[in-house]
């Protein structure tokens, strides 16, 4: 992949992964601020508002793992890095890459095994009835294309 090329699907990924993140936030403060005003000065508080938040955070940290991920936007400790010489900073980094790639396969097998679990158990929120499956399996998948992105800053040139 051309350096061209991949700094166009960077761009078009922190768009979309932008917009998607903004709309959900501001979905979110939109349900707090609904809720609160119900709640204190009506006495009526929305019902499941909490439900529904607590599935749009997990949505907006999932859709952002990924691109955290392949803007390498992760924190990290460089103190090694200093001592290495340029082909063993090469080398360090492409190690802990294989690492985060196989830990992220790993985590994407176990959840996904969970969210087949949950799916058969139509395991649902306690207020709104709302299904976890498809959200375990936004997970798992979430983590599957980070560990794919890994693989690719693994064995991409330098």
């Not at 979905?27 to 607590?54: H, I, K, Q, S, W």
Request: one cysteine or more; charged letters at 20%; glycine letters at 4%.
């Amino acid at each position: 992949m051309t350096d061209a090329v991949s700094a166009f699907l960077k761009r078009r990924a922190d768009l979309l992964l932008g917009l998607v993140a903004s709309a959900v936030l501001f979905a979110m403060m939109g349900l707090t601020v609904v809720d609160v005003v119900a709640r204190y000065v009506f006495n009526r508080p929305l019902r499941g508002a909490f439900e529904v938040t607590e599935l749009m955070l997990l949505v907006l940290i999932f859709a952002g793992l990924p691109l955290v991920s392949f803007t390498d936007e992760h924190a990290l400790m460089d103190f090694i890095d200093r001592l290495l010489p340029p082909r063993g900073q090469v080398l360090l980094e492409r190690l802990v890459q294989a690492l985060c790639a196989a830990t992220m396969f790993v985590l994407t097998w176990l959840i996904w095994r969970k969210a087949d679990r949950i799916w058969a158990y139509r395991d649902s929120t306690d207020v709104l009835r709302i299904v976890y499956g498809p959200f375990v399996y936004f997970m798992a998948a979430m983590i599957g294309l980070t560990a794919v992105i890994h693989l690719y800053k693994m064995v991409e040139r330098r």
